[in-house]
């Protein structure tokens, strides 16, 4: 009997919102570590909002995924078979492990971990691309100063509640934006936020605006975007001049079709939106963090011990089992998960 | 009988573009500098897009003129009489001297200009605010280097034939974009730009696209952003990763009732925009002129010699009389200037 793993392939391309039918579990055969690789046993998978890009077809920063290949996605979990000098089985690494119960890959491609430093989660969250994500930018590109206003949705996901804690702790106003009651809690008891909005309650833009403004009596000099949609609209005629706008994401427009080839009209207003980024003298920075690795080290040196200290929290929500990766996936896209997302594996 | 002095005032905020009837042409008693003030006799003013902008009543960088209030805007001219104590009769000055035949102010609000070093209309042009605008904007924002692709409107005005000037001495190709087959030669012959074209050619933002493409088979690195409209439609999906858009104007929407309340809509499509400065990770910067003068003194240092070589050409287009001022500032706006346009006043 053959040996086989499980995969999740991308079985069609989105219209809009992603389906179950857009997604097949499958099996296949366990492949064999070729010279220089290993198997790694895949232990958590990290869910994150840029993968709903890789799924359409269209030109972005990185290649679609095909059609009927595997998922991509980091992921945590050991060295199960090694044919590679230097990686021992039993060493827990992180990589591009796919959504799949196993990855064969380059070892030169992984990254060691040490589980002892921290939990091997932290790795897909606070440690990982989702906090380097939030540091970098508000750090690079945002240029933080004590006393300024700054502005951040998804204030409890491993993006915004980076943002909001290092802005904190480097003395700004923190304004968080969230789904629900629970986690504005969150974001304010465990984030440190200074006050948190549930946007629920904002049916648009003109809503949201109203609301910020009043916890923003000194403006805004910093939006980090990372959902765009009405938050954006509210946020963006409260900009003071100078301010800045990092801009890694636009989360409540991936699914929304307004990036489709025939979206657009509604009520959007772009000679007004280029004439505020004018008159504000706004910085607006689209960013990719895997342009900045290089910057890796810097922000582990100044995060890391902050989390071993306790002076950054972190949430995760934790799915079990591959075949419920499709539906956390979807949930991510609506709101519906409660801080990083993962998907517990094996 | 009393001596009295010409200005143009205000007399009603346009609908749209300007009309003779927004304009007051009127005779007022001549002033009498008060201690610390000098009266100057205006030889030169300047007529400058940003002017449109001080008509209206909305909240902007600057205050609107108010309601029957002097024009405003630079100009150069000599003392006639002085009440300043380092300022004589028959001194050449530059300073913001209203739309008027005569100006009394302080003498701490001018700034001397030396007519051997350069023909003093030079302090409203090339060696002036928008010269300055264009090298500050390209080499702060638009961070030029050697190889890179530049596209550039109004390519024949005092910012864009400064843009392309400095960029082209810098090492970059340079594409301009002007009104007409005259001034397409201009920006060739004259400003050495690689290529001009003819916005008169192309209907919408999808025909300007095209156009450009075929003249920038490396894409765009810099888009110096003062015209907007379909020029900026069409030069948008061209950028490269990690283009800079500089963006210190919008003459283009100025007047089309594209910034009123109720403006918006159209075809427009605020998430593609938002979505493509993420993706090509594009860094749009807003500014101001005013914001930065303590650089004013590294430009002329910079560009002074330039030009005293004849490495930088300038061209101006000179109206006779004050009572042309509004015509020949309702043909700036609407592209009929050949070159900066100065109005000679006495």
Aim: hydrophobic share 40%.
């Amino acid at each position: 009997m053959t040996e086989t793993m499980q995969r999740i392939a991308l079985a069609r391309r989105p219209m809009g919102a992603p389906v179950d039918d857009d997604f097949l579990l499958e099996n296949i055969p366990m492949p064999t570590p070729a010279e220089g690789e290993v198997l790694v046993k895949v232990h958590y998978m990290s869910l994150d909002p840029y993968m709903r890009g890789r799924m359409d077809d269209a030109k972005s920063y990185a290649n679609p995924v095909p059609l009927g290949g595997t998922m991509e996605g980091g992921g945590v979990g050991q060295i199960v078979a090694s044919n590679a000098a230097d990686y021992a089985v039993g060493d827990y690494v992180f990589g591009m492990l796919g959504w799949a119960s196993h990855a064969c890959l380059k070892a030169k491609e992984l990254q060691k971990l040490n589980p002892k430093l921290a939990p091997i989660t932290t790795a897909l969250g606070v440690l990982g691309m989702p906090g380097f994500t939030g540091w970098y930018g508000l750090i690079e590109l945002g240029r933080p100063k004590a006393g300024e206003t700054l502005v951040v949705a998804a204030a409890t996901g491993p993006v915004g509640s980076m943002v909001g804690q290092v802005a904190k702790a480097r003395g700004l106003r923190t304004v968080g934006i969230a789904g629900g009651a629970k986690k504005c809690a969150l974001a304010v008891d465990k984030f440190g936020f200074d006050v948190c909005l549930d946007h629920t309650k904002y049916a648009d833009g003109k809503a949201m605006r109203a609301a910020i403004a009043e916890h923003c009596p000194k403006g805004v000099d910093i939006y980090f975007e990372n959902v765009a949609g009405k938050i954006f609209k509210g946020v963006l005629p409260l900009m003071n001049v100078g301010g800045r706008i990092p801009l890694c994401g636009l989360i409540s427009w991936y699914n929304a079709g307004a990036l489709g080839a025939n979206a657009g009209g509604e009520k959007d207003n772009l000679p007004k939106l280029w004439r505020t980024i004018l008159v504000n003298r706004l910085s607006v920075n689209g960013f990719i963090i895997s342009d900045h690795w290089d910057r890796y080290g810097d922000f582990l040196r100044d995060v890391g011990p902050m989390l071993a200290k306790g002076q950054i929290a972190y949430q995760e929500d934790i799915t079990e089992g591959l075949e419920n990766a499709p539906r956390a996936f979807m949930g991510l896209l609506t709101g519906e998960n409660f801080g990083k997302q993962i998907v517990k594996v094996n």
